[in-house]
């Protein structure tokens, strides 16, 4: 089965880091939060579209409005700090506050956005083709899927400690965490050597001219390429209407 | 592609000696393997089988921690520090950890890419590849959706894909169904004989290896004990076929476990189940069979409760629960071990019950001894061996003394002896009136142990036969 947008999801990893990292530098010096909430608007529509839009990302949601109200509280008093009253200082707090928001949205969505169209591979290869040493790519694919493979492990083992009558609540317990993370370490631990020796195997750290692994460039680099350098026009016309004048 | 060709991988005298340890995990080993030769590598668990076949594939430096002493030579290139790159491919036994990418495709493709192969000629072998093993259909599947067989091949297909001179399988078919297995001998074999490939395989099941080597290298404590044809080699007796239990009384107590048409699907995915009706009688040893992705993991799970069905009926005995009355054993025990002694590990579900000390010590002792790891109570279970860990799982099970038991794959990486043990404890298990359900590939295992035999295709039980021999 064809992915969605697969002209965008086969474009090189680097088109895209390019593309993220031209969007996050641009979130923070854009001030207008209806160009913020337009690009998040178009980050989550391109995501939604290519079925992306998982539990993962909702979970990201999740952890921002658990740490809301901290923010709310920091943003409200620096406003206060800044202006002569309460209510100016709530209202100008409140206004940091949604514009930091939508900058937090916007770096989340672009790195969300790369790293679900990038399969491992794709990544992998192009730290070799950047010219990275070997050993060093092969740690970069290990620490890449540490996390979700932990997560995963953990889960497997938690499965395993309820078919062994282990109850929800038990997890809280230090006893009980203890024997979650021990196990999991060990195991990661364990396949990561496994997975290293698998991926040198199959010629990652081979010292082979890593100019062949240089991936094509496709339509999907050139609308990538595109995008990100299309989002700084107004502020470099603005450069130039105001080096004119 | 002569027996007069120069040999690939040749040793002379080689010893390895773990870190750690003063006393060599294998010794003596002199041999010399000319391309095309098709190698099995068998003997007991422990007997340094994996070992040696890490340094006969240069990937000894990679994956082993410790001294190696002695020759070893590839196209006549000193070996002791590795083979050259692209020399080898490997497919360890645990095929989850060897797995790094996102999808099927990507995974096969992996290895040509990293060395530069242009796109097109990555499409094609990858394409010829999976359409061999008919997974063509599937090249976008994610791979954390697939089951351990598939997992498994897909790894194979991996190091398949790279053209190595010479590829160390270890138990390549534990997880794989009878059909995969001898396509994957049989492509293996032309490999071998039309491009010269060497071909070394580690196997417990002897009867299948037979049919695939030309030569058998068998370990035994750490010597190579005999190196010759495979019809020479003295064959143990194989697992004794006439003890199966009796097929279980009517007691008129009703069934320990009954499906209705039960439906079951991961996601959006197509139907794993569908529609499935399968009773389970006290006293019963049923053997699920069917191919790989056939549901029968899926099967074991939903009757411990790891998931609900989205239309049909799981009924236990009134009473019981599936937290506590359904013990299962999953496929890959290095994913269910995490205490730190073996019998800390066997005595969690029992301390879980609430059951006092000297009752836990009792079942952990009774249980590991039943198993015939008694003696590794203190060790630490992630330093056990494969099939070690095997038992200890199923031990750690019994220990809960659940009157339904669901095996999944119980017999992956265990030797003759070892399978014999295993065959025992579910025929003593049903003797004492639970209701066994195990899914396995192995035949022989299923005819030997099971009052009945299901086998599960299109997410329905289609087929079911009395085992040959009928009960004594």
Redesign the interface.
């Known amino acids: ?3 969605r947008l697969a002209v965008l999801r086969r474009a090189a990893a680097p088109s895209k880091f390019a593309f993220a990292l031209s969007l996050c530098a641009y979130a923070f010096a854009c001030q207008d939060w209806r160009v913020l909430a337009a690009i998040i608007a178009i980050l989550a529509g391109l995501l939604a579209a290519s079925g992306e839009w998982d539990r993962g990302v909702w979970l990201l949601f999740g952890v921002f409005a658990a740490g809301l109200p901290t923010l709310l509280v920091l943003f409200v008093l620096g406003g206060v700090e800044k202006s002569g009253s309460w209510t100016e200082g709530t209202l100008l707090g409140l206004g940091w506050l949604g514009l930091f928001a939508l900058r937090l949205f916007v770096l989340v969505l672009a790195d969300v956005l790369v790293v679900k169209w990038t ?3 794709d990544m ?2 192009s730290l ?1 083709a950047l010219g990275l040493p070997a050993k060093a790519v092969l740690f970069v ?1 290990a620490m890449v ?1 540490l996390l979700p493979r932990a997560f ?2 953990a889960r ?2 938690v ?9 929800p609540k ?1 997890l809280a317990r230090p006893r009980h965490l203890l ?2 993370f ?2 999991v370490f ?2 990661q631990m ?2 990561a ?12 750290a ?4 890593t ?3 240089r991936p ?1 460039f496709g339509p999907g680099d050139a609308l990538f390429l595109a995008a990100a350098l299309a989002i700084w026009t107004e502020p470099v016309l603005n450069l130039v209407r105001a080096w004119t004048i | 592609m002569t027996p007069a060709a120069p040999a690939v991988i040749r040793a002379e005298n080689l010893a390895f000696t773990p870190a750690g340890r003063t006393d060599p995990l294998f010794s003596g080993v002199t041999l010399a393997i000319r391309p095309g030769e098709r190698v099995g590598i068998v003997g007991p668990s422990g007997s340094g089988k994996t070992t040696l076949g890490y340094h006969l594939c240069g ?1 000894h430096r ?2 082993l921690a410790g001294t190696t002493a002695g020759a070893l030579a590839f196209d006549d290139g000193c070996g002791l520090g590795g083979a050259p ?2 020399f ?3 497919v ?1 036994q ?1 095929p ?3 797995l ?4 099927i495709a ?2 096969v ?3 040509l ?5 242009a ?1 097109a000629a990555c499409e094609a072998t990858t394409t010829a590849l999976l359409a061999r093993y008919g997974l063509q259909d599937r090249r ?1 599947d994610s791979i ?1 959706g697939l089951s351990l067989g598939r997992k498994q091949l897909v ?1 194979i297909l ?2 398949l894909a ?1 053209v ?1 001179r010479v590829l160390l399988l270890d138990e390549p078919t534990s997880y794989l169904d009878a059909q995969a297995a001898d396509r994957l001998f049989a492509h293996l074999r032309a490999l071998c004989r039309d491009e010269g490939w060497v071909a070394l395989v580690i196997e417990h099941d002897l009867r299948r290896l037979a049919g695939f080597a030309d030569r058998f290298l068998a370990m035994d404590g750490g010597r190579l004990v005999y190196d010759g044809p495979p019809a020479e080699f003295p064959q143990r007796p194989g697992l004794p076929r006439r003890r199966r239990p009796a097929a279980p009384a009517n007691d008129g107590a009703g069934p320990a476990l009954r499906l209705r048409g039960v439906r079951f699907a991961y996601g959006r995915d197509a139907p794993v189940l569908d529609g499935l009706d399968l009773t389970l009688a006290r006293g019963e040893v049923v053997a699920l069979g069917g191919g790989n992705g056939a549901g029968k993991t899926t099967l074991l799970r939903l009757i ?1 409760g ?1 998931g609900k069905p989205a239309a049909g009926s799981l009924e236990l005995a009134p009473g019981r629960n599936p ?2 009355d359904v ?2 054993m ?1 496929q890959n025990p ?7 002694t073996v019998a800390a590990e066997c005595g ?2 029992p301390a ?2 609430g059951l006092p000390p000297a009752e836990i010590e009792a079942r952990v002792r009774e249980a590991l001894a039943g198993l015939g790891i008694g003696h590794l109570a203190d060790r630490s279970p ?1 330093t056990l061996s494969f099939g070690e860990k095997r038992r200890l799982c199923l031990a ?2 019994l220990a ?1 003394a659940p009157p339904i038991l669901c095996l999944d794959e119980p017999t992956t990486g265990l030797d003759d002896a070892n399978m014999a043990v295993m065959a025992e404890v579910v025929r003593r298990q049903a003797t004492s009136g639970r209701a066994v359900l195990l899914a396995t590939h192995d035949p022989d295992f299923a005819a030997c142990v099971a009052t009945r035999r299901v086998r599960l295709e299109g997410g329905r039980a289609v087929e079911e036969a009395k085992p040959p021999g009928g009960a004594p």
């Open positions: 089965m064809k992915p399969g491992f591979s992998l290869l070799r694919s899927g995963a492990l497997q083992v499965e395993v400690q309820r078919c062994r009558g282990l109850a038990q024997a979650l021990v196990p060990l195991i364990r396949r050597t496994d997975l290293a020796l698998s991926l040198e195997l199959r010629g990652i081979a010292a082979a001219a100019a062949g692994l094509p | 990937a990679l994956a790159p692209g080898a491919g490997l360890a645990n989850e950890s060897q790094f990418c996102d999808t990507e995974e493709t992996l290895g890419r990293s060395r530069g192969v796109p976008d954390a790894a991996s190091m790279i190595p411990k790891l937290g506590r013990g299962l999953l290095d994913a269910q071990i995490f205490a730190h969690y579900w879980n019950l992630f750690a099970v809960g």
